[in-house]
């Protein structure tokens, strides 16, 4: 059973197009994590965010934790095929180090 | 190379048989994660530990799978009897704070 849900569960886009996936729980978070995976490899940590309301930049990824601290968005920019991968946001409830992974976002982001 | 180490990267068995991996984790760090992964889908938590204490077990696993920490070092996953349905990616964690920091998987196929 997965805690965190992840939408849109696919999504392919042209380049230059912007684009946000959203990750949503009933539970709430002591902190929530967004990583991204390439095929073959493990994921990689984007972003951690811990306070309600908080906003994260990096370069044209924007992250955003809900005030509740329930769900979470990340928004890209003028995507690139770079972009391509699947995104992950991932929780801990209990404030032990327990991370629980969405459902993912598979980007495919066309040249 | 200081990263986590996974072996073996692939394993193809038989049904029934016993698979072992084995997981090296970056050296100071102090927490070790075991995930499951389908093809195009988030990880599933197993288990994690902290040194070599087995903080939590997902109830989801069934007597076939455990894992040890010993030395609070390396750690192995060991599947009995495999089946069908053991046929994933299963991926070792390894973190010092909130950053996990993945391997690149070992490769389960059950015949």
């Known amino acids: 059973t997965q805690l965190l849900e992840q939408s849109p569960q696919f999504l392919s886009i042209q380049e230059g197009e912007n684009l946000t996936v959203y990750c949503n729980s009933s539970s709430v978070f002591s902190s929530l994590q967004w990583y991204r995976q390439e095929p073959g490899e493990g994921p990689v940590l984007l972003v951690t965010?811990?306070?309600?309301?908080e906003v994260k930049k990096l370069k044209r990824l924007t992250f955003q934790f809900g005030d509740a601290r329930k769900d979470s968005s990340l928004h890209i920019t003028a995507a690139q095929p770079g972009d391509t991968g699947l995104y992950l946001c991932a929780g801990d409830t209990s404030g032990t180090y327990k991370y629980i992974f969405g459902t993912g976002t598979r980007l495919k982001v066309l040249a | 190379d200081t990263g986590v180490s996974q072996n073996p990267r692939h394993k193809i068995t038989k049904r029934g048989q016993n698979v072992t991996f084995r997981c090296d984790p970056i050296?100071?760090?102090?927490?070790l994660y075991w995930y499951r992964q389908t093809l195009g889908q988030g990880p599933e938590f197993l288990t994690y530990?902290?040194?070599?204490?087995?903080?939590?077990k997902s109830r989801l696993l069934s007597d076939r799978f455990s894992a040890e920490r010993p030395k609070g070092s390396f750690s192995t996953l060991e599947i009995q009897r495999t089946e069908q349905g053991d046929s994933a990616m299963y991926l070792c964690?390894?973190?010092?704070?909130?950053?996990?920091?993945f391997g690149e998987g070992s490769r389960l196929t059950v015949l």
């Open positions: 530990f902290q040194n070599e204490a087995q903080l939590e």
């Open positions: 050296s100071e760090h102090n927490r």
């Open positions: 965010v811990v306070t309600g309301g």
């Open positions: 964690a390894s973190s010092l704070n909130r950053e996990l920091f």
